[in-house]
Structure formats: C-alpha cells, structure tokens
C-alpha cells in the first residue's frame, strides 16, 4: 500500500491569477524586443482519471513547482520569457504564482517546461541542465514527497483566455518494498518488531536534461532511510517504498534491515539498471537466520510504465560492512559487533557532556573476547545534528573521574565502518573487509521466561534503559507477589501500567539481579549525578506531574538527552498501594561492601531536577517501602 499522498502521478494542473494585482512582469528580455499583452496566462487545475495504486493524486497545500516558458522555436538554453517562476499551491487545490504573468502580444506562442519540486536556485543561462536531489532519510512524508521530481511539458500555446493543460509525469524510479516470511516467522511478530531498512550505495544526486530528458553525474552514494509505514497485506508486511535517482545496477547496491536486533545484508537480483518512471516491486523472503533472498523485481503499475524483470537471488551470509544509518538504537542504546562467534566492537549512541564536547554522538568501541569496551580508544563517527566535518575525532575516557579527553575530528559524519579479519574498526574499506554479526546488546535474563533489558552508556556507566521486572531471584527461587507492603520479602504489579516495584525485604533476602548487574550504590546514583551536572532533565522522560503543590511551583524539564527513560512511575505504598504515578519515582540502592540497604536512596519528582534522597523506611513503620530497581553493569 501506498500511504503518502504526496506521490503525485499525472496531473492536469492550472495556476489562477488575480486581475487586481499589479502588472508586475517576471519575463526576460527577449530578442525582438516582445512585448507582453494584458491576458494573463492560466492553467487548469484537474486531475487525470488514471488505473493506479496511489492515492490522493494532487498537490497538497505548500507544494511548490517551478515554471520556464519560451518563445516556440527557443530553447530552454536560449532566451526565457519565463524564468523559473514559482507557483504554490493553495487551499482548493489552486497553483498562485509569485508574480502575475502574461502572453506576449502578437501571435507568438510559448513552449513551457515545469517541474516538481520547486528550486530556488535557476538553470544558468545557456544551461539546460538542472541539478536534482533525493533525500537521504525517506522516513516522512515531506520528505519522501520533495524526493520525486516530475517534469511537464507543452508547446505551441497560443494566447487565450482558456487555460492551459500541464500534464507532469515522474522522472525517478519507485521501489516498493514488502518482507514475505518464511517457514518459522509470524507476520504479526514481524509487524510488531517493525523492522527498520537502509537503501545502502545508491546514487542521490544527478544532473537532469530539461530539453533531452536525460540524466547525467549521478554521484553522492548515500545510505537512504526507507520511508512508510508496515502493515500486513496477503500474508506479507508491505507499505514501505523510497524513490531513487535511476541508475545503473552494480555490486554496490543492496539494503540492510534490522530485524530484532540484528542487522542483515540483502544485495539486489542482477539486472543493468533502474529506469525512469518506473515501479518496482521487491519482495524479501524473511527469516531470522543469515539467510534473507530476494525474491525478485515484478510488476509496476501503469502509471509508473516498467518491463517486468523477474530474478531471483541469493543472499550473502553475514555483512562487511556496517551502515549507521540502518541502526535504529531502538531496542538498545549499543550493538555489538561479533567476528568468528566473538565480540570485538560495540557501537554506541550516547550523550557526551564535556567543556570540549556536549553532543549526543555515535561512537565505536574496541572490546575484548568477553565483550568488556576498552573506553580509552574510542572514536567518534558521528556527532549527530551537527553538519560540519568533525566527525572521526578520538574519544580516551577516565573512568576515575567519569570524564574524557576528546579530538575534534575533520571528516564528515562516518556512514559506513569496516573490520579487518583482525576484528579492527576501519572507516576506509580494507582490502579485504571481514564478516561479521551486529546485534542489540541486551541484558537477557532467563530466570522466568525471557527478559530482555535495553542498555545504555553514560559516561563509564553502563545502566539498564528501564526497570527491573524480575518475578524470580537469580537461583530461581521465586520472589512472592504481594498486594500489602508490611514487611514481608516480595514483589508488587501494578497491572493497569505494566509496573513492578519491590520491598526492601526482599532485595536482603537473595540476589535479585540478572547476572553480571547490580543495584546501584550512593557512590554509582553519584557518579552519575556528577557526569551530568546535577540536571536530571537529561535522565527524565514522559510527562511528568507536581508532587507537591507549592507557590509558583512549575513541572520541572524533562528531556531525556541522555537516553536514561526515567519514567515517573510511582512507587507502593503501605496503605495506598500504588501512589505518585506521573509525579514521582523511588529507585533502591545498595551497599556492596556491608551487603545491606544503606538509610537513604534516591527519590526523582517533578518539581525539582535534583537528585533526591529520602529514607528507605516507611514513615512510622519498622519495615521497607515499595520501590523500583534499575540495575548497573558490575566492573
């Protein structure tokens, strides 16, 4: 299914002008000395009844085009009556120029040349050629609306007060994307996983012949962010498309997906090239193992005229390369990288706060064969929202002082990383580049089930991405779920937000934990406070609520810049159950060394982006409260 309705077809469109504005002239001088005369030139604004997929086939409001007319008999090289006029369009599908415009006098006719979407910057004289771009990141529809360019064309018009019928058709090439799944996979678990797919080694820039309707200089190879949406149609996942510059075909192309976690490499069938106003169709054969085929290019609706090719290919096991743009950082904050069944990599996207550098950023790790991050090598691929080549630059932690010593880099942002069979991360391509497994990094906990932990790093820390929701202690033995907070070990759910919290009683009973992780001390709760300068804004996320009423008292920020997902989800109470929803959270703390709860623990409300403490005792009571676990990585 096609859902963006900025995919305009073919259109019959018309530009209305308003007989009270002034007579301003956009015309060029022309040989001859023409001269205009007072009939304005219109266009009809209707939409050609054609068989297509695509619905809605209009412009929409804001959409701009541009506009060239010549005497017939001139080229768009030579003299312009009409250079490059802008029209938009309007509520009732009206197109208003910029300016008024007129015939010329006489019986001289115009030829006219308009395209979508409008440039501000004009083919050069004596230039027919115009520069033309698609977007890297489809991913919405404005963008994938400003990716097709469509051309119109007609010639010979002859003054008259009757508009004039511009018919636009689309320059580029359409592709169509759908995942069929395969024996062992569930189309509404793929749905749901929403599986994210990166156009990897196409061309995005060209230069487009107005005159011939050629393309020439394709260049720019970029990774493209497919756009749309999932949904299930005849058992597949369909509603995902981007629009690309048509080119030839060649081993550079493919598209990488992240599927759960894991990325996968799925090159295109073998065909010459991808030609204009075409539509294909591809359809992946998925299945969550190293193996993804293309099935094969089919079918393009009449609107979008295609031959069929009908190919089929194999896919590559493993990738030897590793597209930033196909991670999703979604389920984790980090991705391994895996050579030969080992780790040697990790990719983070982290918040990096320093006098030197206060940016969220994509680094690159090296790690050991247990998969522990040597933090002093790292190297910054991209700092993200930020255009300027400093990308590349080196990143040397101290995990003393949570800080870092950065070098500013000189490359644009890194899209694409090696490693060579030593496990080395390389930003040129090696000779021969290795293959290797990118997955999530997730806390796996299989005490009850399956229990996967998204992970994020802040500063040398390495902390989960949402609470603890342990039913079971680390030998197995399950943790009792209780309904009253009175003392005794056990755990409480709050159904209707999917919540657990846990008395104190039960963190002294057993180890609680997933293997490798812990409650955090006072001393970890204050490594962090530090690293971000006491502004829990950066560890805040969802709509937070005043917990106490006071004078000229306001919601304090929440902006989750560092990726923490502190949610304000409450705490149980002795006589309330749950209590402070929206406005609050208590989070547990340990003692490592006297293996104890210490007195205090941290408390995060909406008035105040403070780190709080606050007793671990119920008040009057001789026994713990109801509070949320968020675990820390053990050194």
């Known amino acids: 299914m096609n859902n963006f309705n900025a995919m305009k077809n073919t259109f019959f469109w018309g530009l209305f002008s308003c007989a009270l504005l002034s007579n301003v002239s956009c015309v060029n001088k022309v040989e001859d000395e023409v001269s205009e005369s007072d009939v304005p030139i219109t266009f009809s604004v209707k939409t050609k009844k054609v068989v297509t997929k695509v619905d809605n086939n209009s412009f929409e409001v804001g959409d701009k085009v541009g506009l060239y007319a010549m005497l017939s008999g001139e080229t768009i090289e030579g003299q312009r009556y009409i250079n490059n006029l802008a029209l938009t369009c309007t509520e009732n599908s009206q197109l208003i120029p910029e300016r008024v415009v007129f015939y010329p006098e006489g019986d001289a006719t115009l030829d006219f040349v308009s395209y979508y979407p409008y440039q501000q910057n004009t083919v050069d004289e004596g ?144 065909m010459d090239r991808l030609e204009v106003n075409t539509q294909y169709s591809i359809v992946v054969n998925a299945t969550q193992s190293a193996t993804h085929t293309l099935e094969g290019i089919v079918a393009s609706i009449k609107d979008w005229p295609s031959e069929i090719v009908q190919e089929t290919t194999e896919n590559e096991d493993g990738i030897t390369s590793v597209h930033l743009s196909v991670l999703s950082f979604e389920k984790s904050n980090i991705y391994q990288v895996h050579l030969g069944g080992r780790p040697v990599a990790e990719i983070c996207k982290e918040y990096l706060i320093s006098p030197a550098l206060t940016a969220t950023a994509i680094t690159v790790y090296p790690t050991d064969e247990k998969g522990k991050a040597d933090l002093t090598q790292g190297t910054v691929l991209q700092i993200l929202d930020n255009g300027g080549n400093i990308n590349g630059g080196s990143i040397a932690w101290n995990k003393e002082d949570n800080s870092f010593e950065y070098v500013k880099g000189t490359l644009p942002a890194i899209e694409e990383i090696y490693f060579d069979a030593d496990g080395k991360v390389c930003i040129e391509q090696p000779e021969q580049p290795a293959t290797v497994n990118v997955v999530n990094y997730m806390i796996r906990d299989t005490r009850d089930g399956l229990q996967e932990y998204p992970v994020v790093k802040i500063g040398t820390q390495y902390w989960m991405r949402r609470n603890l929701r342990a039913t079971k202690y680390q030998d197995g ?159």
Request: hydrophobic share 35%; with cysteine; glycine share 8%.
């Open 127 to 270: 230039s027919k050629i115009l520069h033309i771009d698609v977007k890297t990141d489809q991913d919405g529809h404005s963008a994938f609306s400003q990716s097709d360019f469509m051309v119109a064309v007609v010639s010979k018009v002859e003054s008259s007060p009757e508009p004039v019928e511009l018919v636009y058709e689309h320059q580029l090439t359409k592709l169509d994307l759908s995942l069929q799944p395969m024996q062992g996979e569930d189309v509404k678990d793929m749905l749901e996983a929403n599986p994210r797919i990166v156009a990897v080694g196409f061309q995005t820039e060209a230069d487009f012949d107005l005159q011939e309707h050629t393309f020439s200089n394709g260049k720019n190879v970029k990774d493209i962010v497919v756009g749309g949406t999932w949904e299930v149609s005849d058992g597949k996942l369909t509603g995902k498309e981007i629009i690309v510059i048509p080119q030839e075909i060649n081993n550079g192309q493919k598209f990488q997906i992240e599927w759960n976690g894991r990325i996968y490499d799925c090159p295109l069938p073998t």
């Open 477 to 635: 033995t399950k943790i009792v779920q209780q309904d009253t907070l009175k003392g005794e070990p056990g755990y409480f759910y709050v159904e209707h937000y999917d919540l657990y919290f846990y008395n104190g009683e039960a963190l002294m009973q057993n180890e609680i934990s997933p293997e490798g992780w812990e409650i955090p001390s006072l001393d970890d709760w204050d490594i962090l406070d530090k690293y971000i300068g006491g502004d829990v804004s950066l560890l805040k996320a969802g709509d937070w609520k005043l917990l106490t009423e006071e004078e000229n008292a306001k919601v304090a920020d929440a902006n989750n810049l560092c990726m923490f997902y502190l949610y304000p989800s409450g705490q149980w109470s002795s006589n309330g159950g749950h209590i402070n929803a929206h406005k609050a959270i208590g989070l547990w703390s340990w003692d490592t060394e006297n293996g104890k709860i210490p007195d205090n623990t941290k408390f995060f409300t909406g008035n105040s982006n403070k780190m709080l403490e606050a007793s671990v005792v119920v008040t009057d009571c001789d026994f713990y409260k109801g509070l949320a676990i968020r675990c820390i990585k053990k050194e």
